[in-house]
Every structure is written in C-alpha cells, then in structure tokens.
C-alpha cells in the first residue's frame, strides 16, 4: 500500500511505498502502475514503478497535482494483489570472451566459477523494473553468496546483451553502455528490439526471468 | 518537379529531428525526448501554420547547412538564431520567426544560436521521416525515432513533400528573454543534505559545465553536502529533476534522461522555467531560487497563456 504521496515538481506525484526492496511490495507497486494505465485518467503522461516507488507524470497545461492526488487515492482503495506477469527464459553464453568480471567475482565471492554458474542459473529472478536505458531489466533477487559491489571504476563501455550482477541484482545491458556491475556472460537475444513499434520490450515489470546456459556455438548459431 | 529535398552539407552539432516527444514508455526505459524548448517549437509550427505536433529540426549552437531542390517552399526558424540564406548571386540575412522562401539550389546556412543552445526549422510542408511508437523524436541512445535514432549526417538526403500555400509573411515580435534565477521545488530527498549544503544550494551560484547535453546538465560549483545517503534504491525520474551525485555536484535531468536513478533528488525545476533553462549555454552561470507548489502551478499558467498569446498573433 502507498504510504505517503507527494509531489515532485509541479508535474508529477511521488508515491512513496517505503523503504525496503522485496518482491512483495514492488508486486503492490506493479499491481498500482496496471490499475492507474486501465484507468485512463485524462493528463497523465508517463507512471514509472521502481522497488518501491511509483511516479506518476502529468501534463500541467491539462490537470494539476490536487486533482490527480485525488483520483489516485481514491484507485488506492481498490487495488488487490495479483500475482503478475510472465516466465521468460533467456540463453546465456559465459564463455571467457563474454564473462568479463568472472575472475574478479571468484576471488570477491571466494567460489569457484562452476559452482558461481550453478548459483546463478539453478533461481528464477524476478523483474522489478525496466529502465534507466531503453528496456533495461532489473532482476532479483540472487543467492546471497553471489552478493557483490560494483566495479570500483565504471566500464566506459559495457557490451550490448551483457549480464551483470550486483548487490541482490542482476541485470542485462540492452545497449553498449557505460556499467560498473559484474559482467558474467551475455545472450544472443535481443531485449530490447529497437524495430518493433508495437512493443519493443522482451521483459516487463512483474515478469519471471529464468536464464539458461548456451555454447559459444550455440550463440554464434542465434547469433548470426 | 519530381522530387523535393534538402541535401546536408553540414550536419551541425547535434541536429535531430523532434516533435512534442513520446508518452507512456516510462516504464519500459524510454524518456520523453521531444523538443527541449517547447514553446520555439510551437511556436515554429503555428508560423508555419503546421499541426501543432508536426516535426521539427532541433539544432545545437551550430546549426546544418542544408541546400534545398525542388519547388518553392516557405520556412521558419526560431530561437535566437543567426543565419543565412545564400541565393543566386545574394547573401540574404535570416530573420527569426517569419516565413521566409526557399527556391531550388538555395542554400540555408544555420550558422550559430547567440547566447543560447537550440534553434528550430519548421517547414511549410512535411519531412519523409520514420515515427516510432507514435513520435518522430530522435533519441540516440535508444537509437530511435527519425533517420534511424541519429543526428544529422553529411551528404544525407532529407525528403519534404506536401508543400502547403498558406502562411502568413508577418514577422512575430518574439525575444527570447534570458534567465539567471532558475526556480526550484524542494525535492524527496531534500533533508539529505546538511543545513550548510541547504544554503549553499539556494545562495550560489552554478556552472553549466560542456558535459551538458539532451540527456542532462551537469553543474559546478559549491559540493553539496550529503548527511544522508549518497545512493538510494533506483527509483523513477522526470524532467527537470536535480540530482545530487556521490561528488557532490547537481545533475539536471533533461528530455532524453534516463529513466530511472539512484542518487537523491535535491529539487526539480518548475515547469515554467523548463524552456529558459535548456536555452543557457555552457559556460554560463544558474542560481537556484526556491518556490511552492501553487506558486509554481500559477506561474505555468501565465507562461501557458503567453505562449498561446503568441500562437494565435501567428494567424
């Protein structure tokens, strides 16, 4: 439940659901972001779930913040949890040339590469947002033992389809980008298909993410 | 004629073409983008008695060099631009906000934008352009939008077809009046910062430094001071939003920002002074004045107001 609304700036609502990071309560905050899209409120632009943040954007020249405040509480008191979204399954090949951080997180988790992979691919992550850069997913949460800090100096340059991991997250980066996660191996799939005008986006908010190993073969095969 | 058409002789530095921007994609990772000054690119439509969502050329400080073939076609820049329109045997010097005539071999030089960033040029007719989820705005790091998500290229071709006949040939009294005071709402994370980092950020003044561009500005000055968190859990952004890094230094976030972030929110800028503030070149400096919600909401109203002022002494 919204435990606080504010305003951030004078074209947006800052719904604010706490603190902590669990699956629980981003669910509530994905469940609101779907009940306020159905509700077609006239004005808003743009609502954007986070962990446990929902913001919501609207055109100033047609609505202001009294009004949509209003409208959304009223939506508060209606929304029921319902467990949301897809299982997806994504290739990954670790093959030394892909896995770039994997030396560093044997020694920073003190594992042994195969058990760090049997970690990582025996869960199913969860997707708690998508953004920062064009269809980005935020996954979790991983074993704890695969727990570590970002890169002390960012990457300028992170290859498009890496898979990174950081504190409970992971995550995979639709576009060359500047990153400081723990690169561990990368897919032939596209996340994020910046062809397709319908809908663009491979994972969403709320969906399941279950990753599975491939060969360099293999992905060069999807690859092309 | 067959065909009508500009040829690129010179890209500029960061020319795209924008329209109002895309709504609702937020959540899958995707901004706004759009035209950063909104009111010169409504403005420049209503001159060119366009829809007032149509695409537009958005330059930055140094604008394209574009020679046009094809039938008579009329034009409007605006912004505070300086340029030039090399006809047969003429060096014409442009005028900001009034349609202006381009015939086959003319070439229209956007020299430079004077003491401020973008500049705007509208056509009455319409560029062959690709849209992407419903708008044609450019966002190169998603590399969508128009001509493939890029800027401008050399020697590229730019298609224009339906050529209207009506405009007008008044000029707009317009000056694009600069700003210094940039007015600010406290933000979520505005009691992060130390009592002395309050002050500072509402007394000094600010930077715009050359990392500055569609996504963001990035300030120098006074290091705010965080007693706080450094870095929150990543959450949601707008436009607008200043950030406050590790180092101390604001960030604003501006129309092709990503779409979410982890450092605290100091303030946002109000919507009325979103257009003043993208127009401050590099190298100038901003203060921060604080102001309340209802304040902020009156005075979007009045800039509203004038700006539909403006577009209807268009017609």
């Not at chain 1, 409120?41 to 100033?60: A, M, V």
């Not at chain 1, 760090?116 to 074993?143: E, H, R, V």
């Not at chain 2, 190169?140 to 939008?145: D, N, Y």
Request: aromatic share 10%; net charge positive.
């Amino acid at each position: 439940m919204i435990k606080n609304i504010s305003n951030l700036g004078d074209a947006a609502l800052y719904c604010d659901f706490g603190n902590d990071v669990n699956r629980e309560i981003n669910l509530n905050v994905i469940q609101f972001f779907k009940n306020i899209k159905k509700s077609n409120i006239p004005g808003i632009t743009n609502i954007t779930p986070s962990y446990n943040k929902l913001i919501i954007s609207f055109d100033l020249s047609i609505t202001d913040f009294d009004k949509i405040k209003t409208e959304v509480e009223q939506l508060n008191f209606k929304t029921e949890i319902v467990e949301v979204g897809n299982l997806i399954k994504i290739p990954v090949c670790c093959d030394n040339d892909f896995a770039l951080d994997i030396k560093r997180l044997e020694k920073l988790l003190n594992l042994e590469k195969e058990e760090i992979y049997k970690k990582f691919f025996s869960k199913k992550y969860y997707c708690y947002m998508t953004g920062f850069i064009a269809g980005m997913p935020f996954l979790g949460d991983l074993n704890d033992s695969l727990y570590a800090r970002r890169l002390d100096t960012p990457r300028v340059k992170v290859p498009k389809n890496s898979i990174g991991l950081t504190e409970q997250f992971c995550n995979i980066y639709t576009f060359e980008s500047p990153g400081g996660w723990n690169i561990i191996g990368k897919t032939p799939l596209d996340i994020f298909d910046n062809k397709n005008n319908t809908s663009p986006n491979l994972i969403n908010p709320g969906d399941t993410i279950s990753f599975f190993q491939i060969s360099k073969s293999e992905f060069e095969k999807k690859y092309g | 004629m067959a065909e009508n058409y500009f040829e690129v002789l010179r890209p500029g530095i960061n020319t795209t073409f924008q329209d109002n921007g895309r709504k609702n994609y937020y959540h899958i990772g995707i901004p706004f983008s759009g035209a950063m000054d909104h009111r010169n690119f409504v403005i420049a439509n209503a001159i060119s008695n366009n829809k007032k969502n149509s695409p537009v050329i958005e330059f930055a400080l140094q604008g394209p060099k574009l020679r046009y073939k094809g039938d008579k076609v009329y034009f409007n820049v605006t912004g505070d631009v300086n340029f030039q329109i090399l006809r047969k045997n003429k060096i014409e010097e442009g005028v900001c906000y009034q349609n202006l005539v381009l015939e086959n071999n003319d070439c229209l030089d956007l020299i430079s934008t004077n003491r401020s960033v973008y500049g705007y040029l509208s056509i009455n007719a319409s560029f062959k352009i690709d849209f992407y989820l419903d708008s044609c705005s450019v966002n190169t790091k998603a590399e969508i939008g128009a001509n493939n998500g890029k800027i401008l290229q050399k020697n590229q071709i730019i298609k224009i077809e339906n050529i209207t006949k009506k405009y007008s040939l008044n000029k707009l009294d317009y000056i694009n009046s600069k700003i210094e005071n940039i007015r600010v709402i406290k933000g979520p994370h505005f009691d992060y910062f130390s009592k002395t980092a309050k002050d500072l950020f509402f007394k000094e003044k600010f930077r715009i430094t050359k990392l500055t561009d569609r996504m963001g500005i990035r300030l120098d000055g006074p290091k705010i001071e965080n007693i706080k968190y450094t870095n929150i859990k990543s959450e949601g952004l707008v436009k607008g939003t200043i950030q406050i890094t590790a180092d101390g230094d604001p960030i604003v976030m501006l129309s092709d920002h990503g779409t979410i972030g982890g450092y605290p929110k100091i303030g946002v800028v109000i919507s009325a002074d979103y257009d003043k503030l993208v127009q401050i070149p590099p190298g100038s400096k901003v203060k921060f004045k604080e102001i309340n919600l209802k304040d902020a909401e009156t005075i979007y109203k009045l800039y509203e107001m004038e700006t539909q002022n403006l577009i209807s002494k268009t017609k």
